[in-house]
């Protein structure tokens, strides 16, 4: 069984920055592709930014240039570097192991204007 906990969230002003990360239990995430999503208040949650074995990455449209996902396989942990943060960035951010479709409970991020 995979267990993700999420940690790094915060309130931030727009502009600023914060790095969150996913510790992964039961898996080695060195070989597996690991994502972020984020739900915003009465919003579906979307895909925010992925990274596949061999570190190739994938990122949304409305991140992309700002997020950078990367991952620590000495701590088994993945980070999301989030820089010029913008108040619709706002939202709670879910840790996700693709193959097992684990999700963690997810870190609050409100970037205020």
């Known amino acids: 069984q995979v267990r993700l906990v999420e940690s790094g969230g915060g309130l931030v002003q727009a502009g600023g920055s914060l790095r969150l990360s996913c510790a992964a239990s039961?898996?080695?995430?060195?070989?597996?592709?690991m994502e972020w999503y984020r739900q915003a208040p009465g919003k579906q949650r979307e895909f925010v930014a992925r990274?596949?074995?061999?570190?190739?990455?994938n990122y949304a449209d409305s991140v992309k240039g700002r997020f950078t996902i990367s991952r620590d396989n000495a701590k088994n942990t993945v980070h999301l570097q989030m820089n010029s943060l913008k108040p619709e960035d706002t939202a709670v951010y879910y840790c996700?192991?693709?193959?097992?479709?684990?999700w963690g409970r997810g870190t609050q991020v409100t970037v205020s204007s």
């Open positions: 039961g898996s080695i995430i060195s070989i597996s592709t």
């Open positions: 990274i596949i074995s061999g570190d190739s990455t």
């Open positions: 996700r192991h693709s193959i097992s479709n684990s």
